[in-house]
C-alpha cells in the first residue's frame, strides 16, 4: 500500500515543499526518495536501497534493464546502493543485461521470490554479479539486509 503526503515546513520565513512517500510493510515505515516508473514496472529509491517491482507478467530485456541502471545511476549520483528485486511471480531477466551493472554504485543484490526452489535459475545471475547477492522470501527480510551495508 503506498500513500503520499505533503509537507509545509516555515523556517526563517521560506517555505520549503517536501515531498515525502512512506510504504507501510508490516507496521515499518520506510521512506520513499523517488519512483522511477516504466511501462515495465517501478524502481523506488531508498536512502541506501532500490525496491523494483517489475509489472505483471512482464520480463525484462537487455534495453529495458539498461535504462533502469542509468535512470538508478543518475539518481544516486555516484553514491553506492543495494538494489532489490522482486521476483514473487518469477520473471526472466535477460543475462546479457548484467553488463550495465556498475559494480561500483550496486554493490549488493537481493531477490525476493516466493519459488520454492530459486537456486535454479539464481545460480547463473549470481555468477555474473560481483558482490553479495542473496535471495529473500520477503521485502521485509530483503530490506533488513540491505540496512546491514555501510555505503559510501
Known amino acids: 500500500m503506498l500513500f503520499k503526503c505533503e509537507i509545509i515546513q516555515k523556517k526563517h520565513y521560506v ?3 517536501i ?6 510493510l508490516q507496521n515499518q515505515t520506510f521512506v520513499v526518495n523517488k519512483i522511477l516508473d516504466y511501462p515495465f514496472g517501478k524502481a523506488y529509491c531508498h536512502e541506501q536501497y532500490v525496491y523494483f517491482e517489475r509489472a505483471l507478467k512482464q520480463d525484462l530485456d537487455c534495453a529495458q534493464v539498461k535504462m533502469l541502471m542509468q ?4 539518481y ?5 546502493y543495494v538494489y532489490i528485486s522482486n521476483r514473487k511471480m518469477r520473471a526472466i531477466v535477460d543475462l546479457k543485461a548484467y ?4 559494480n561500483k554504485q550496486l554493490v549488493a543484490l ?10 535454479e535459475y539464481l545460480i547463473k545471475e549470481q555468477e555474473l554479479f560481483n558482490g553479495p547477492f542473496a535471495f529473500f522470501k520477503t521485502l521485509e527480510q530483503a530490506i533488513s539486509w540491505a ?3 555501510e555505503l559510501d
Do not use: G, M, S
Open 15 to 17: 517555505f520549503f515543499n
Open 19 to 24: 515531498r515525502i512517500i512512506l510504504l507501510f
Open 71 to 74: 535512470d538508478i545511476a543518475e
Open 76 to 80: 544516486y549520483n555516484k553514491r553506492q
Open 99 to 102: 553488463k550495465h551493472v556498475n
Open 110 to 119: 537481493a531477490i525476493v521470490t516466493d519459488d520454492p526452489n530459486p537456486e
Open 147 to 149: 540496512a546491514t551495508f
